[in-house]
């Protein structure tokens, strides 16, 4: 379950759980859950369960197994810290990755209150991002949970984009993702949100990726924003580790 990604800010993603259940207005059309249906009518075994939360602890070393570097995306088909994933798969995935520092891993998670209260009592190394998922401006508590994090890339995505996000506190975020939502269904991002984004990136000097417009036919709408492709990468640094 470890696949190359065509997700233009990583190269491959790992998937030791699988399904995952909405939690704000950003999952209503969720790509994961069609992926997930669209494999278990495939016959695909992994997905037998359709989307609903499964562990797959065989996956789990699997990074082991890598000897080339890469940029690795943790469950883009689920959310690791759903309240459903015990604390000791969690802490099994965070031994993996700090002990394959060849690589970087990029955790996301719209589980951020979940991801704060473990943060202490888990190995932050260099190469162990950690990120939320900000859509709208009702989420946007999760980038104060994010921030007490010891990771040394703290990084935003607004993806889907479905509001705007003109009042974004970027202390202590390295990275900011924008991508518009993309397949059946999709809600419009409109360019006033992404540019807004971007002042406030180059006002806080945050680096800026802008992923997609999106759309149901996400080609067609493209990557340039104002003629020009934002494909800024974050800096790993060291984190001070707050006491448990």
Wanted: aromatic share 10%; charged share 25%.
């Amino acid at each position: 379950m470890a696949t190359r990604s065509s997700i233009e800010w990583t190269d491959m993603t790992w998937n030791p759980v699988t399904g995952c259940t909405k939690v704000s207005a950003g999952c209503k059309n969720c790509y994961a859950e069609r992926m997930a249906l669209r494999l278990r009518a495939m016959g695909q075994e992994r997905y037998a369960r359709g989307f609903s939360l499964t562990l797959h602890w065989d996956l789990v070393s699997l990074p082991y197994s890598w000897s080339k570097p890469r940029r690795v995306f943790i469950n883009s088909m689920s959310d690791l810290f759903h309240p459903e994933v015990p604390d000791e798969f969690i802490y099994a995935v965070f031994e993996t990755m700090s002990e394959c520092p060849a690589h970087q891993f990029q955790l996301l998670t719209k589980r951020s209150a979940r991801l704060r209260k473990m943060g202490p009592s888990l190995p932050w190394t260099l190469n162990i991002w950690a990120g939320v998922s900000v859509e709208t401006e009702e989420v946007i508590g999760r980038l104060d949970d994010l921030r007490e994090v010891p990771a040394s890339v703290r990084f935003l995505s607004c993806e889907p984009l479905i509001g705007p996000l003109d009042r974004l506190n970027l202390s202590n975020i390295d990275w900011v993702i924008v991508g518009g939502e993309s397949g059946p269904g999709a809600r419009p991002m409109e360019k006033p949100w992404v540019d807004s984004i971007l002042r406030q990136c180059r006002v806080s000097n945050v680096p800026f990726f802008f992923k997609q417009w999106g759309g149901r036919h996400k080609a067609r709408g493209g990557r340039l924003l104002n003629g020009t492709t934002f494909d800024e990468m974050p800096s790993p640094r060291a984190r001070q580790r707050s006491p448990i």
